[in-house]
């Protein structure tokens, strides 16, 4: 079900059309750094227990919306919603992060996974159907999916890696093996932000994190191909979808994926320079960032300083401003709302 056709200065951005105030949202804008969302967590019990309520999904996402009026709602879920979606176990270890069962180290554990049942992802649509319903007209609905090297690097080692040696390994070891399991994330990924759509999502984010861990060549393959077939696929069924692409760490492959992959919009991370990414990424094409998260936490002169510099550097072109990765949980909501002061008092 789509919203009445109200005027959405995100989606306007997102779709090419410049503005005089950037949108914005912030990756990560509900998490930890809110006590909204602490109390809550604490009420739940835990992560996935909150992303895989309808309900409290619906509540987090909201929460930064109600309380700073983001141009904005991306989706309170998780990229390993998929991998249990292909048959994968998802749990949580406190203080360690996400653990997926079995790992797929090698060829015969990639074909001996099993689809989870059909309904795994029904309560992400659910929560997409009930945020809808409240949203002020003027806000974004934004879903999202890990892009397939990223979600791959997490479904081999069985958990996060800071070198995701595991995939890596096997990328070069057994390319065959990596390209079907690769596939079938690419097919999951597909039919996920479909049905995110239809239920009434406008806009998604393909966030391919670990990509900056890639030589070129692998990058071309494992971050390049996948993605473009997922926007292709995307097109196909949901032609009226704005796609962004984030691959974190891409460097200066990033202008290859801006030119090759298909988005409508680019997410460019902390590590390059604005005026890099306004002077080589595609002329007219949306650009999404690029504050880094720890001058956020700085506050002061710094984060004043940064945030002008980014703000002149895409001046010229459409522009969503966000951070460069995500929020993090010691940020003072403080330091958020004087960002927010900034950039709304650009004009």
């Known amino acids: 079900m789509r919203r009445s056709d109200t005027h959405r200065p995100l989606l306007a951005t997102l779709k090419g059309a410049r503005q005089a105030v950037p949108p914005m949202w912030l990756m990560r804008q509900a998490g930890r750094y809110l006590p909204e969302y602490r ?26 919306i109600r309380r700073f009026g983001f141009d904005g709602a991306i989706l ?39 689809p989870g049942a059909p309904d795994t992802l029904d309560p992400v649509y659910a929560a997409v159907r009930n945020i809808v319903a409240i949203l002020p007209d003027e806000v974004t609905m934004l879903g999202f999916a ?56 406008e806009a998604v984010q393909l966030f391919d994190s670990w990509s900056g861990s890639l030589s070129p060549e692998q990058f071309e393959r494992w971050v390049i191909a996948p993605n473009k077939a997922i926007v292709g696929g995307l097109r196909a069924r949901c032609p009226e979808l704005v796609i962004i692409g984030f691959p974190k760490g891409a460097g200066a492959k990033l202008a290859d994926y801006a030119e090759q992959v298909g988005v409508d919009a680019v997410g460019v ?65 403080a330091h958020v709302e004087a960002l927010i002061v900034q950039v709304r008092g650009a004009a």
């Open 39 to 64: 109390a809550l967590r604490e009420a739940k019990g835990g992560f996935l227990a909150m992303a895989m309520d309808p309900a409290a999904a619906c509540e987090i996402t909201m929460q930064p």
């Open 146 to 201: 890990g892009s397939p090297w990223t979600v791959a690097t997490y479904m081999i080692a069985g958990q996060g890696s800071r070198t995701h040696d595991a995939a890596r390994r096997l990328a070069y070891r057994d390319p065959a093996a990596m390209q079907r399991l690769v596939d079938r994330i690419v097919g999951v990924t597909i039919d996920y932000l479909a049905r995110q759509h239809e239920a009434g999502v």
């Open 269 to 333: 991370d902390e590590t390059i320079a604005p005026e890099w990414a306004a002077r080589e990424l595609p002329a007219g094409m949306p650009v999404q960032g690029n504050l880094d998260p720890l001058a956020l936490i700085a506050g002061g002169d710094a984060l004043a300083r940064a945030v002008d510099r980014i703000l002149t550097a895409f001046a010229g072109r459409p522009h969503v401003f966000n951070l460069g990765h995500g929020i993090l949980p010691d940020t003072p909501i």
């Open 76 to 114: 309170f879920s998780d990229i390993l919603t998929v991998p249990m979606a292909l048959g994968q176990q998802l749990w949580f270890e406190t203080g360690e992060g996400p653990r997926l069962a079995p790992p797929l180290a090698d060829a015969a554990a990639i074909d001996a996974l099993q």
